[in-house]
Protein backbone atom coordinates (compact mmCIF):
# COMPACT_ATOMS: atom_id res chain seq x y z
CA UNK A 1 0.00 0.00 0.00
CA UNK A 2 1.32 3.64 -0.30
CA UNK A 3 2.90 5.16 2.22
CA UNK A 4 3.33 9.31 3.07
CA UNK A 5 5.50 10.40 4.93
CA UNK A 6 5.48 13.49 7.03
CA UNK A 7 7.94 14.86 9.59
CA UNK A 8 6.62 14.42 13.53
CA UNK A 9 6.82 18.28 13.77
CA UNK A 10 7.78 21.66 12.57
CA UNK A 11 8.85 25.00 14.58
CA UNK A 12 8.91 28.17 13.67
CA UNK A 13 9.07 32.14 14.54
CA UNK A 14 5.91 34.26 13.91
CA UNK A 15 6.38 35.77 11.11
CA UNK A 16 8.80 33.69 8.99
CA UNK A 17 7.75 30.68 6.60
CA UNK A 18 6.75 27.25 7.58
CA UNK A 19 7.55 24.37 5.61
CA UNK A 20 5.70 21.08 5.95
CA UNK A 21 6.95 17.82 3.63
CA UNK A 22 4.97 14.62 2.46
CA UNK A 23 7.34 12.15 1.05
CA UNK A 24 5.89 10.08 -1.32
CA UNK A 25 6.97 7.09 -4.16
CA UNK A 26 6.33 9.63 -7.45
CA UNK A 27 4.04 11.23 -5.48
CA UNK A 28 4.26 14.01 -8.05
CA UNK A 29 1.81 11.75 -10.11
CA UNK A 30 -0.62 12.18 -7.94
CA UNK A 31 -3.28 15.04 -6.65
CA UNK A 32 -1.76 16.04 -2.87
CA UNK A 33 -4.33 17.58 -0.52
CA UNK A 34 -3.33 19.16 2.96
CA UNK A 35 -5.79 19.63 6.22
CA UNK A 36 -5.15 21.73 9.05
CA UNK A 37 -6.70 20.49 12.28
CA UNK A 38 -6.34 22.35 16.08
CA UNK A 39 -7.01 20.59 19.07
CA UNK A 40 -10.62 19.49 19.45
CA UNK A 41 -11.28 20.46 16.21
CA UNK A 42 -12.53 18.65 12.55
CA UNK A 43 -9.86 18.85 10.06
CA UNK A 44 -9.74 21.97 7.46
CA UNK A 45 -9.27 21.58 4.19
CA UNK A 46 -6.56 24.46 3.33
CA UNK A 47 -4.98 23.55 0.21
CA UNK A 48 -6.44 20.61 -2.63
CA UNK A 49 -5.03 19.51 -5.76
CA UNK A 50 -1.15 20.41 -4.83
CA UNK A 51 -1.73 23.75 -4.76
CA UNK A 52 -5.04 25.39 -4.81
CA UNK A 53 -6.84 27.29 -1.84
CA UNK A 54 -10.84 27.07 -1.00
CA UNK A 55 -12.29 29.57 -0.35
CA UNK A 56 -11.99 31.47 2.88
CA UNK A 57 -7.95 29.88 3.00
CA UNK A 58 -5.30 32.97 3.64
CA UNK A 59 -2.89 33.22 0.71
CA UNK A 60 -0.07 32.45 3.09
CA UNK A 61 -1.14 28.93 3.01
CA UNK A 62 0.57 27.31 -0.28
CA UNK A 63 0.91 23.93 -1.72
CA UNK A 64 3.65 22.59 -4.54
CA UNK A 65 4.71 19.00 -5.61
CA UNK A 66 6.82 17.46 -7.72
CA UNK A 67 9.07 14.20 -7.81
CA UNK A 68 9.13 12.56 -4.93
CA UNK A 69 8.11 15.41 -2.25
CA UNK A 70 4.71 17.66 -1.84
CA UNK A 71 4.97 20.60 0.28
CA UNK A 72 2.91 22.99 2.08
CA UNK A 73 4.41 26.39 2.85
CA UNK A 74 2.66 28.76 5.15
CA UNK A 75 3.80 32.19 4.78
CA UNK A 76 3.65 34.90 7.46
CA UNK A 77 3.56 32.35 10.31
CA UNK A 78 0.99 33.74 12.76
CA UNK A 79 0.29 31.71 16.07
CA UNK A 80 -3.08 31.16 15.14
CA UNK A 81 -1.28 28.57 12.16
CA UNK A 82 -0.32 26.18 15.47
CA UNK A 83 -2.17 22.92 14.52
CA UNK A 84 -1.28 19.63 13.80
CA UNK A 85 -1.13 19.15 9.17
CA UNK A 86 -2.14 16.67 7.59
CA UNK A 87 -1.35 15.66 3.67
CA UNK A 88 -3.78 13.22 1.56
CA UNK A 89 -4.10 11.40 -1.80
CA UNK A 90 -5.96 8.74 -3.56
CA UNK A 91 -3.87 5.89 -4.57
CA UNK A 92 -5.90 4.55 -7.20
CA UNK A 93 -3.55 1.92 -8.07
CA UNK A 94 -4.60 -0.24 -4.90
CA UNK A 95 -8.61 -0.20 -4.88
CA UNK A 96 -9.16 3.07 -4.54
CA UNK A 97 -7.66 3.58 -1.01
CA UNK A 98 -7.40 6.92 1.03
CA UNK A 99 -4.05 7.60 2.34
CA UNK A 100 -3.04 10.59 5.39
CA UNK A 101 0.01 11.14 6.27
CA UNK A 102 1.00 10.76 9.76
CA UNK A 103 0.31 14.68 10.39
CA UNK A 104 3.32 16.88 11.41
CA UNK A 105 2.72 19.13 14.59
CA UNK A 106 3.56 22.97 13.75
CA UNK A 107 4.81 25.03 16.68
CA UNK A 108 4.95 28.39 16.76
CA UNK A 109 7.62 29.48 19.10
CA UNK B 1 -24.53 26.58 4.46
CA UNK B 2 -23.07 22.71 4.48
CA UNK B 3 -23.49 21.06 7.68
CA UNK B 4 -22.63 16.95 8.71
CA UNK B 5 -23.89 15.55 11.82
CA UNK B 6 -22.87 12.66 13.21
CA UNK B 7 -24.22 10.44 15.89
CA UNK B 8 -24.82 6.77 17.08
CA UNK B 9 -21.32 6.35 18.73
CA UNK B 10 -20.82 5.42 22.61
CA UNK B 11 -19.27 2.53 24.47
CA UNK B 12 -19.72 -0.81 23.26
CA UNK B 13 -18.00 -4.44 24.76
CA UNK B 14 -15.47 -6.04 22.02
CA UNK B 15 -17.23 -8.23 19.52
CA UNK B 16 -20.20 -5.95 19.44
CA UNK B 17 -21.97 -3.66 16.63
CA UNK B 18 -22.44 -0.29 16.74
CA UNK B 19 -24.21 1.89 13.61
CA UNK B 20 -23.07 5.83 13.09
CA UNK B 21 -25.27 8.23 11.20
CA UNK B 22 -24.22 11.47 9.63
CA UNK B 23 -27.01 13.88 8.65
CA UNK B 24 -26.02 15.95 5.95
CA UNK B 25 -27.90 19.14 4.78
CA UNK B 26 -27.01 22.62 3.25
CA UNK B 27 -25.73 20.93 0.31
CA UNK B 28 -27.45 18.71 -2.51
CA UNK B 29 -26.16 15.52 -0.81
CA UNK B 30 -27.33 12.86 -3.78
CA UNK B 31 -24.76 14.60 -5.87
CA UNK B 32 -21.38 13.62 -3.83
CA UNK B 33 -19.68 10.87 -2.43
CA UNK B 34 -19.15 10.91 0.89
CA UNK B 35 -16.58 9.24 3.16
CA UNK B 36 -15.78 8.18 6.86
CA UNK B 37 -12.52 9.16 8.52
CA UNK B 38 -11.60 8.39 11.77
CA UNK B 39 -8.62 9.39 14.72
CA UNK B 40 -7.74 7.25 17.59
CA UNK B 41 -6.97 8.99 20.82
CA UNK B 42 -3.79 10.96 20.28
CA UNK B 43 -3.12 9.65 16.74
CA UNK B 44 -3.70 10.61 13.27
CA UNK B 45 -6.38 10.60 10.57
CA UNK B 46 -7.35 6.89 8.87
CA UNK B 47 -9.54 6.94 6.04
CA UNK B 48 -12.26 4.38 6.98
CA UNK B 49 -14.64 4.14 4.04
CA UNK B 50 -16.12 5.80 0.82
CA UNK B 51 -19.22 5.36 -1.05
CA UNK B 52 -20.04 7.38 -4.26
CA UNK B 53 -23.17 9.31 -4.64
CA UNK B 54 -25.44 6.32 -5.95
CA UNK B 55 -24.08 3.93 -3.74
CA UNK B 56 -22.75 1.75 -6.64
CA UNK B 57 -18.66 2.25 -5.53
CA UNK B 58 -17.66 1.47 -2.48
CA UNK B 59 -14.15 1.09 -1.24
CA UNK B 60 -12.86 0.26 2.60
CA UNK B 61 -9.43 0.33 4.42
CA UNK B 62 -8.16 -3.39 4.67
CA UNK B 63 -8.82 -2.43 8.62
CA UNK B 64 -12.13 -2.76 8.53
CA UNK B 65 -12.86 -4.34 5.39
CA UNK B 66 -15.54 -7.49 6.20
CA UNK B 67 -16.52 -5.64 9.67
CA UNK B 68 -17.93 -2.39 8.75
CA UNK B 69 -20.56 -1.58 5.99
CA UNK B 70 -21.24 1.45 4.35
CA UNK B 71 -24.29 3.19 3.40
CA UNK B 72 -26.62 5.89 2.00
CA UNK B 73 -30.04 7.21 2.27
CA UNK B 74 -30.31 9.91 -0.47
CA UNK B 75 -34.28 10.19 0.40
CA UNK B 76 -32.90 11.19 4.01
CA UNK B 77 -30.05 12.75 2.99
CA UNK B 78 -28.00 10.35 5.43
CA UNK B 79 -24.45 8.40 5.61
CA UNK B 80 -24.25 5.59 7.80
CA UNK B 81 -21.44 3.13 8.85
CA UNK B 82 -22.83 -0.13 10.48
CA UNK B 83 -19.23 -1.31 12.78
CA UNK B 84 -19.64 -4.92 13.96
CA UNK B 85 -16.72 -7.30 15.39
CA UNK B 86 -15.72 -4.44 16.95
CA UNK B 87 -12.09 -4.56 18.51
CA UNK B 88 -10.85 -2.24 20.81
CA UNK B 89 -8.25 -0.63 18.04
CA UNK B 90 -11.78 0.65 16.29
CA UNK B 91 -11.84 3.27 19.22
CA UNK B 92 -11.38 6.53 17.62
CA UNK B 93 -13.76 9.83 17.04
CA UNK B 94 -15.38 9.15 13.44
CA UNK B 95 -15.85 12.27 11.24
CA UNK B 96 -17.82 11.84 8.23
CA UNK B 97 -16.99 14.32 5.35
CA UNK B 98 -17.97 15.11 1.71
CA UNK B 99 -15.76 14.81 -1.20
CA UNK B 100 -15.05 18.58 -2.49
CA UNK B 101 -15.84 17.42 -6.33
CA UNK B 102 -18.53 16.15 -7.53
CA UNK B 103 -16.28 13.36 -9.81
CA UNK B 104 -15.33 11.84 -6.26
CA UNK B 105 -11.38 10.55 -5.65
CA UNK B 106 -10.41 14.22 -4.64
CA UNK B 107 -10.24 16.06 -1.44
CA UNK B 108 -12.52 16.40 1.75
CA UNK B 109 -14.36 19.87 1.81
CA UNK B 110 -16.57 19.56 4.78
CA UNK B 111 -16.52 17.29 8.22
CA UNK B 112 -18.87 16.93 10.46
CA UNK B 113 -17.68 17.37 14.59
CA UNK B 114 -17.25 14.21 15.00
CA UNK B 115 -18.43 11.13 17.16
CA UNK B 116 -16.58 9.15 19.41
CA UNK B 117 -16.51 5.38 19.60
CA UNK B 118 -14.97 3.35 22.52
CA UNK B 119 -14.46 -0.08 22.23
CA UNK B 120 -13.49 -1.81 25.95
CA UNK B 121 -14.86 -4.62 28.36
Known amino acids: SYVLTQPPSVSVAPGQTARITCGGNNIGSKSVHWYQQKPGQAPVLVVYDDSDRPSGIPERFSGSNSGNTATLTISRVEAGDEADYYC????????????FGGGTKLTVL | EVQLVESGGGLVKPGGSLRLSCAAS????????MNWVRQAPGKGLEWVSSISSSSSYIYYADSVKGRFTISRDNAKNSLYLQMNSLRAEDTAVYYC??????????????WGQGTLVTVSS
Open chain 1, 88 to 99: QVWDSSSDHQVV
Open chain 2, 26 to 33: GFTFSSYN
Open chain 2, 97 to 110: ARDRSLGGATSFDY
